[in-house]
Structures are given as C-alpha cells and as structure tokens.
C-alpha cells in the first residue's frame, strides 16, 4: 500500500496492531519465525516498527528492498531527486521504467511490488533543517542513505534532539563505512567526526565514482542494523565504526566514545552555505555580451578528455585546488565547473573561504550536464 505525501503535509499510514499473525504473514515471514531471536513475538515487533530511509540511491535502495522484505511495517522514504539512467548502475531498486520519476514515488511503487501489505510513504522533499525534526519525530528509527556530510550532521543532530537512533553508511570509490549512533544514549556523529572536512576534499559518489555493488554490501548491513536494533537483539555498531575494503574484502572495526565535553544540539541550525551561481545560459549570454570570466574546470584529467567547455583558463582537480589556490586570479570573476555542481560548488566556498570576494566567484549550476541540456547537446554527458 502506497501513500502519497504532498509538502509540508504531515501523512499517518496504517499502524499495524497487536492483534496475532494472520495466516498470510505466517506464510511469508516463516524464515523469521523460526529463528530462536525473532520468532513470532518478534515479527510481530518488526510489523508494529517504523524506519525512515532518507535517501532511495545507492544505500537506500538495498536498506529499503530488505527492510520491506522484513516486514517492517512502516516504511518512509524521503529523497526530492528524480531516477536519472546513471543511476541504475548502483541504484537497484529503480527500473529503466522509472526513469524521470521522483525516486520517492518509484521506490515505495517497488516496495509495495515486493510486500503488498506493507505501508509504504514516499517524501517527495528534500530533508532540511526546516522539516527534519517533523518528518523524523514520525519513525522509530533513521536510515541514512546520503552523499553528502551536510545531510549526515542534519540527520544527527535531528536524531538527537528527538531520541532517534540512526543508522550511517557511506561509500567511496572502494571503500564503505557504516556505524549506528545515538542507540541507547550511545555516541552520535559529531562525537566520531566533530567537525566536516574541508568541502573540496569530500566529494560525494557522483563525483567520485563508487563501484556499483559496494552500496548494496553497505546498505545491505545498514538495514540488518535497523532491524537488530526493532528486535532488540545482537551487539550494533554503537560506539564501533565497520570500514570494508571491496578491493580486499578486509573488514575493520574501529571503536570511539561519547565526548563529555560535547554540547549537545538543542536545535537545528544551517547546514548549507549560500554561494553565487550561474546558469549556463546565463553565461553564455553574459560572455556574448563582452564578460571574460576566468573559467576554472576542478574535474581529472580523464573526465576533461571526454567534455571540456571552450573558453576554459585552468584545469585543476578539486583536491589539488588548496596547493594550487595561488594560480587563480583574485582582479576577475571566476566561474568554477565540474560535472554536476557538486565538486564545483565546494571549491567556490573554500574560494570564498580563503579571502575571494564573494561576488566575483560563481558556481556553473549543473556543470557539464546542465551545459550539454540546455546550450549544447554536443557537449558529452557521462
């Protein structure tokens, strides 16, 4: 069953009650009702729970394909993204079908394909200081399915405040990181990582790139630790962060405390920084019109064979840009690219960061897709 959520609309999916197994549920969850730790009282407890997965990507798509497997009765998904093709290669729960959807919509279509008696509530927003504590206050526990370290301090100080505990994941290239916070007054996220890198050095997948089965292994572990957690049962990665090498199939786990000294939130505060960008054909039409910004590409070298912009000044990889900040010009605009904003946009706050006035350095919004979409389809998308 599938319920819509408009913004700002607060939706109350069906609870399920304490009433016994019915036969169906006998049938499809017979596998749990045999273990010794789950059986029928704990089955029961998964059909009563509720989890939040905010994101339906790469993490989210595993966590929420076994979590409605599971049985857990109510299921959120929030993400304000639409299915793009490149995101097939990782992001498994979407279908060439769904392409142009919101990822919201296709997810909860395909949970409800796989587990008709589940409810499952699609988010079509964006998770934000302004929402999160009302979206999360609805759920018992939060699947973090992000990219990005703005949305993991978001996530964790609204899981905080509100008693949540929540479950993080993260890929990179090779490698994934998962930990569960805040579990029975347990350590939360800024006690592992106070303070966010700098953002040039943390771009997310789509930047990166991430091998497409390493978020299946990490969101696959990320939903056994939500449903540990509803049943009560097993040790969690509370306190303990589990790091796995895909090249070499190492596993670590490394183990951290709550910092007494830390100040807990009490509130939401911002989470973005707001930066001057430009359009694509904004910048054409401003170029036309005599403007000769100074052009900066922060892609490798391997991504600018495939697509580079003419007019570009300077090539500089996004973590090169530090070392090398002494070659842009601070007497011009400087309008900065990438693939899809992302890189791009952390290099314009740094810029800004490091003394470059902040209405002389723009972010190209969209980078070389939004570029190849709306001034020149020749210009390869990848």
């Known amino acids: 069953m599938v319920f819509d959520r408009r913004p700002n609309v607060l939706v109350h999916c069906r609870e399920h009650m304490a009433d016994p197994l019915s036969d169906e549920e006998r049938r499809r969850y017979a596998r749990h009702l045999v273990l010794p730790l789950v059986g029928e009282e704990g089955q029961a407890k998964l059909l009563k729970s509720s989890v939040l997965v905010v994101g339906a990507g790469g993490l989210g798509s595993p966590a929420l394909l076994y979590l409605a497997a599971a ?32 990822k919201a919509e296709s997810a909860s279509m395909r949970l409800s394909e796989l587990n008709p008696e589940g409810d499952f509530c699609p988010i079509v927003e964006k998770l934000t200081e302004q929402n999160a504590l009302s ?26 405040i509100l008693g949540k505990p929540w479950v993080f994941g993260s890929v990179h290239r090779f490698e994934g990181q998962v930990s569960t916070f805040n579990h029975k007054g ?14 040039e050095l943390a771009p997310n997948c789509s930047e990166a790139g991430v091998l497409g089965v390493l978020p299946g292994l990490v969101g696959t572990i990320q939903a056994t630790e939500a449903l540990k957690i509803i049943l009560g049962i097993g040790d969690s990665l509370d306190g303990k962060l589990l790091t796995i090498d895909s090249l070499t199939m190492i596993t670590r786990v490394l183990t951290f405390n709550r910092n007494p ?62 070392q090398r900040i002494g070659e842009l010009p601070k007497d011009r605009d400087v309008v900065v690219y990438c693939r899809t904003g992302g890189r791009s946009a952390a290099v314009v706050q740094f810029l800004v960061q490091s003394g470059w006035n902040e209405e002389r350095v723009l972010n190209l919004e969209g980078g070389i897709h939004l570029w190849s979409d709306s001034v020149d389809s020749s210009i390869k998308k990848y």
């Open 71 to 102: 049985g857990v009765g109510r299921v959120g998904v929030i993400d304000h993204d639409r299915v793009d093709v490149s995101n097939l290669q990782r992001q498994v729960i979407h279908s060439s079908s769904g392409i142009g959807q919101p």
């Open 135 to 160: 979206i999360i206050s609805e759920y018992d526990v939060v699947v973090d399915g992000t990219d990005n370290f703005a949305s993991r301090y978001l996530i964790g100080d609204a899981c905080e």
């Open 186 to 199: 347990g350590p939360n996220y800024r006690d592992l990582f106070p303070e966010p890198p700098p953002p």
């Open 261 to 322: 000294g830390r100040v807990p939130p009490t509130d939401l505060g911002e989470y973005t920084m707001s930066m001057k960008t430009i359009s694509p054909v904004d910048f054409v039409s401003r170029t036309e019109d005599g403007w000769a910004p100074f052009l900066l590409d922060v892609r490798s070298e391997t991504e600018s064979s495939i697509a580079t912009l003419d007019g570009t000044s300077l090539r500089i990889t996004h973590t090169s840009v530090p």
